[in-house]
Nanobody, 129 residues
Framework: QVQLVESGGGLVQSGGSLRLSCETSGFTLDDYGIGWFRQAPGKEREGVTCISIDSSDGSPYYVDSVKGRFTISRDNANRTVYLQMNSLKPEDTAVYYC????????????????????WGTGIQVTVSS
């Protein structure tokens, strides 16, 4: 049974940092790209970043609003993908989801939710001003 479980969220002040973890099970992480999405209250779900099994496709990809602040990484041995979030802003407040890509490589349109076939239940990140 494929599962993805997010952890590491919480409340942080503006300018602070958090590291989210996406622990996976039920499949071989080495074979799949993994993405992070977020959804703020009253807004649509937004693709934040995606990491492929390797960087041959130019990944990882980031939405412009987080470039230079967020870093995605993967530890296949521990079946976990991380999202390091630095210099957090109030507009980063959202529920964050990790998701499994349907294949090994994130596509250029990594922010399209239809490319992902399994999702975590989400974790709240709140950035206070």
């Amino acid at each position: 049974q494929v599962q993805l479980v997010e952890s590491g969220g919480g409340l942080v002040q503006s300018g602070g940092s958090l590291r989210l973890s996406c622990e996976t099970s039920g499949f071989t992480l080495d074979d799949y790209g993994i993405g992070w999405f977020r959804q703020a209250p009253g807004k649509e779900r937004e693709g934040v970043t995606c990491i492929s099994i390797d960087s041959s496709d130019g990944s990882p990809y980031y939405v412009d609003s987080v470039k230079g602040r967020f870093t995605i990484s993967r530890d296949n041995a521990n079946r976990t993908v991380y999202l390091q979030m630095n210099s957090l802003k109030p507009e980063d407040t959202a529920v964050y989801y990790c998701a499994r890509d349907r294949g090994p490589y994130c596509s250029g349109s990594y922010d399209y939710a239809g490319w992902y076939d399994h999702w975590g239940t989400g974790i709240q990140v709140t950035v206070s001003s």
